[in-house]
């Protein structure tokens, strides 16, 4: 988009609509069909609405109402609305995992963006791979973008209590594998779960992505907590739509928000909500198609002594629909703004201070005062060692405090399907103090990293009343999970990383304050391991998935493919006809 002499910009559609050859003749006709009027196409902005609405994706399975609410706005300012699907991750129901398909929908979302004659993009989505995915496609594009998450479900309910999606699935399974819990209540707390349309009403993936665009100004303010069904995020939509016209007679682009502050305010952000360790990967996919220098080493920098202040399931007690009633993300960052870069630029064309300026804490429990925080320190740690020489994390704000200073023996799991074959084995030479290790579910292993790096306790130990355990793998874990779980270590086993070689029996000491990870052998012997190992032949011959296994990198720089990481821009100077 350029800017004439009046200084307003020449919009990107007028290449599409507003000459009058047999090529605008043909883009006009064509979208008439569908009853739009001539005066449409009179020079107003073309907002995209890039939709993730899908029956297959629960959590974004009213997303045709939110984009109604949308077009409203957009009509209202004087643009012309179009709406258009991109694919949809279902993180419920997808298999082997949705992570395998997050670059995919991001080529989608880019190649859409780039391909049609909009001047600006509403991205709708909110189940966990979709808000990220739709970032990393709309950022390598570079138009004004805005955001509409399709919000968190209404608190589950069971046995006149609240109860949480994800977390108390995690709790319940156990339960039921210790005895403690019947087929019958695990079947009627199944159905009491998920009571409306919208995301993980714990402060999962989805919800911590939600609440992290929304503090790093990518959203309206209040888009994170809102439930799904509150008639207050379809008049959220409504404003959006409104607002994106003015982004783009103002020429904000994705690029002029995505900057270096909101990334650390991010980090921040995550840190005091006990957000989900997905943001790590996710977040440096994002820096790397804009540009912006983000490593892992800066979630420890910016947010390992933040404190937890949201008093959320994973790591409290409360629901999203509660934190929503608290007064939500403003109140949130209204506490923390000390911690936070205010001058970062937002969608609102304002700086990001202005979200919090007049925002209160409704409820001091569920948003914790910082001199009565959930966890003192509670951002994610890196790791690193020998077994990680490129870095692992973990969530201290979801971990026990006596695991995480640890030494003991490993037992390992070479695949997920050893796993499965053998956590319930009654004679699983494993005691409480064991470290249980899984291998070869890394970005290329699995492939797309799945989420079960929260590996079961073992029957015998459940049995026993052991729900801890420290867990080592090169996987992620569901942002609902909890546990003292190290994740994302790199490289990967597929990769030739040093965890392929660690052996049941050999020790591992654990300091998460000293971001120590090691495997208690000496040099010559770990190099004389790595110099006899090779990682196990993939069937994987054709299609997407070879394509993500040949490209894709490692979970460090954000998992991404690696021709896709930084922007081709929105210019396309060819016609089809």
């Known amino acids: 988009m350029s800017t004439d002499n009046t200084n307003k910009p020449v919009l990107r559609s007028r290449h599409w609509y507003g000459k009058t050859d047999k090529d605008s003749f043909i883009h006009r006709s064509w979208m008439k069909n569908q009853g739009f009027p001539?005066?449409?196409?009179?020079?107003?902005?073309?907002?995209?609405?890039?939709?993730?609405?899908?029956?297959?994706?629960?959590?974004?399975?009213?997303?045709?109402?939110?984009?109604?609410?949308?077009?409203?706005?957009?009509?209202?300012?004087?643009?012309?609305?179009?709406?258009?699907?991109?694919?949809?991750?279902?993180?419920?129901?997808?298999?082997?995992?949705?992570?395998?398909?997050?670059?995919?929908?991001?080529?989608?979302?880019?190649?859409?963006?780039?391909?049609?004659?909009?001047?600006?993009?509403?991205?709708?989505?909110?189940?966990?791979?979709?808000t990220p995915g739709q970032l990393m496609g709309a950022a390598s594009v570079d138009l004004p973008t805005i955001v509409v998450s399709s919000g968190p479900m209404l608190n589950g309910k069971w046995r006149g209590k609240d109860i949480g999606s994800g977390t108390d699935v995690w709790k319940f399974s156990e339960a039921v594998r210790a005895g403690d819990m019947s087929m019958s209540d695990f079947m009627a707390a199944e159905s009491g779960m998920s009571r409306s349309p919208g995301v993980c009403m714990t402060m999962g993936t989805a919800s911590t992505m939600a609440s992290l665009v929304e503090a790093m100004g990518l959203s309206l303010p209040h888009n994170a907590a809102l439930p799904a069904v509150d008639a207050r995020r379809m008049a959220l939509a409504h404003m959006t739509g409104k607002r994106?016209?003015?982004?783009?007679?103002?020429?904000?682009?994705?690029?002029?928000?995505?900057?270096?502050?909101?990334?650390?305010?991010?980090?921040?952000?995550?840190?005091?909500?006990?957000?989900?360790?997905?943001?790590?990967?996710?977040?440096?996919?994002?820096?790397?198609?804009?540009?912006?220098?983000?490593?892992?080493?800066?979630?420890?920098?910016?947010?390992?002594?933040?404190?937890?202040?949201?008093?959320?399931?994973?790591?409290?007690q409360y629901l999203m629909e509660d934190f929503c009633y608290a007064g939500g993300i403003p109140a949130l960052l209204h506490s923390i703004q000390h911690l936070l870069q205010g001058d970062a630029q937002s969608v609102m064309g304002k700086a990001i201070s202005t979200y919090w300026q007049e925002a209160e804490n409704f409820n001091p429990e569920v948003i914790r005062p910082l001199d009565k925080p959930l966890r003192t320190a509670a951002g994610i740690r890196v790791l690193r060692g020998n077994i990680a020489p490129r870095g692992a994390i973990i969530k201290p704000s979801a971990a026990s405090e006596h695991l995480l200073q640890h030494e003991a023996e490993a037992y390992v799991f070479d695949s997920i399907e050893d796993l499965k074959a053998n956590i319930d084995r009654p004679d699983l030479p494993v005691d409480a103090n064991t470290i249980l290790l899984l291998k070869g579910c890394g970005p290329k292993g699995y492939p797309g990293m799945a989420e079960v790096g929260n590996m079961p306790i073992p029957r015998k130990l459940v049995e026993q009343?052991?729900?801890?355990?420290?867990?080592?793998?090169?996987?992620?874990?569901?942002?609902?999970?909890?546990?003292?779980?190290?994740?994302?270590?790199?490289?990967?086993?597929?990769?030739?990383?040093?965890?392929?070689?660690?052996?049941?029996?050999?020790?591992?000491?654990?300091?998460?304050?000293?971001?120590?990870?090691?495997?208690?052998?000496?040099?010559?012997?770990?190099?004389?391991?790595?110099?006899?190992?090779?990682?196990?032949?993939?069937?994987?011959?054709?299609?997407?998935?070879?394509?993500?296994?040949?490209?894709?990198?490692?979970?460090?720089?954000?998992?991404?493919?690696?021709?896709?990481?930084?922007?081709?821009?929105s210019e396309v100077t060819r016609e089809s006809h």
């Open 38 to 130: 001539d005066h449409a196409f009179d020079g107003r902005p073309v907002i995209g609405i890039c939709n993730t609405w899908s029956e297959l994706t629960p959590c974004n399975s009213h997303l045709r109402t939110l984009a109604e609410g949308v077009k409203r706005g957009v009509w209202e300012a004087g643009g012309f609305p179009v709406e258009f699907p991109v694919m949809s991750l279902g993180e419920t129901q997808i298999r082997p995992t949705a992570m395998l398909y997050r670059n995919l929908l991001s080529m989608d979302v880019e190649e859409s963006i780039r391909a049609y004659g909009m001047d600006g993009v509403v991205l709708l989505g909110g189940c966990d791979k979709t």
């Open 465 to 569: 009343g052991v729900r801890d355990m420290v867990r080592i793998s090169d996987a992620r874990m569901s942002g609902t999970a909890f546990g003292t779980v190290i994740l994302h270590v790199t490289p990967e086993t597929q990769a030739g990383g040093p965890l392929g070689i660690v052996q049941t029996g050999d020790r591992i000491r654990i300091d998460v304050l000293n971001g120590e990870l090691n495997l208690l052998i000496s040099d010559d012997e770990l190099q004389q391991r790595l110099a006899h190992w090779q990682p196990p032949a993939l069937p994987f011959t054709r299609g997407y998935y070879k394509l993500y296994i040949d490209h894709v990198m490692q979970a460090d720089t954000g998992a991404d493919l690696d021709f896709l990481v930084g922007r081709s821009g």
């Open 244 to 316: 994106i016209v003015a982004m783009v007679q103002e020429d904000l682009r994705l690029s002029k928000v995505l900057t270096r502050a909101a990334f650390e305010n991010a980090i921040v952000t995550n840190a005091a909500i006990g957000g989900s360790t997905n943001a790590v990967v996710h977040l440096l996919a994002i820096a790397g198609r804009v540009g912006v220098p983000l490593t892992l080493d800066d979630f420890s920098t910016y947010g390992a002594d933040v404190p937890c202040l949201v008093n959320c399931m994973p790591s409290g």
